[in-house]
C-alpha cells in the first residue's frame, strides 16, 4: 500500500484520505443508528466496511504524516464531512419509528382523528385538561418516514391549532396496524 502512496503526487493522497473519511464516518453514523434501532446485522456489516477503511487510513496517516502535514488537515476535513453526511443520510432514510402526541381542542380532535382513520392510522385519545380549556390527547405511532408528512396533514386540516411532541420510539408491540 506504502508503494502505491509513494507512486502518486501528495496533494492526490490528501483527497484520498479525505473521501475514504468521509465514506468511514458516514458509515459509522448509519452504523450507530441501526444498532440503536435493533438492526444489529445491518449494523455489524457496516461496521466491518468502516473498521476496514480506517485500518487502511490511519496506515496511510501514520507512515506519512511527517512528510506531509496538510495531511492531517484533509484528515479533519474528512472526518467532520463524514459527519455532516452521515446524519443527513439518515435523516433521508429517516430509519425507526416516531411516537406523536398531539395536544387539541374537541374540534381540531374530530377533524385529525377523521384524517387518521381516512389513512388507516390508528390512534389513541384521552380527555385531559390545559391550562384554560378541556384538551384531548391523541397518540399516534407511525414509521418515521411518514412523520414529516403526517404532521403537515394534521397542521392543514387543524388549521395549525394544534400542540405536538414527536419522539422516536425504540421498541413497540402489538396496536393497530403496527405489530412488530
Not at 484520498?16 to 435493533?38: H, N, Q
Not at 463524514?82 to 374537541?106: H, M, V
Request: charged residues 20%; positive net charge; aromatic residues 8%.
Amino acid at each position: 500500500m506504502s508503494e502505491f502512496l509513494a507512486s502518486i503526487p501528495p496533494v492526490a493522497v490528501c483527497f484520498i484520505v479525505c473521501a475514504a473519511k468521509i465514506i468511514e464516518i458516514s458509515i459509522s453514523s448509519l452504523k450507530t443508528c441501526m444498532m440503536v434501532k435493533g438492526q444489529r446485522l445491518k449494523a455489524a456489516g457496516l461496521g466491518f466496511v468502516e473498521c476496514t477503511i480506517w485500518g487502511l487510513v490511519i496506515s496511510t496517516i501514520i507512515g506519512t504524516l511527517g512528510d506531509n502535514i496538510f495531511l492531517l488537515l484533509f484528515y479533519c476535513v474528512g472526518y467532520a464531512t463524514g459527519l455532516f453526511l452521515g446524519s443527513t443520510i439518515e435523516n433521508k432514510i429517516a430509519l425507526g419509528t416516531s411516537n406523536l402526541e398531539l395536544i387539541a381542542s374537541d374540534e381540531s380532535t374530530e377533524k385529525i382523528t377523521a384524517l387518521l382513520r381516512e389513512k388507516g392510522k390508528g390512534y389513541t385519545v384521552f380527555e385531559g385538561h390545559g391550562s384554560t380549556d378541556k384538551m384531548n390527547m391523541i397518540f399516534i405511532v407511525l414509521p418515521r418516514k411518514e412523520t414529516p408528512k403526517m404532521l403537515k396533514e394534521i397542521r392543514k386540516v387543524c388549521d395549525n391549532k394544534v400542540f405536538v411532541v414527536a419522539s422516536e420510539v425504540s421498541k413497540y408491540a402489538g396496536g393497530y396496524g403496527m405489530v412488530k
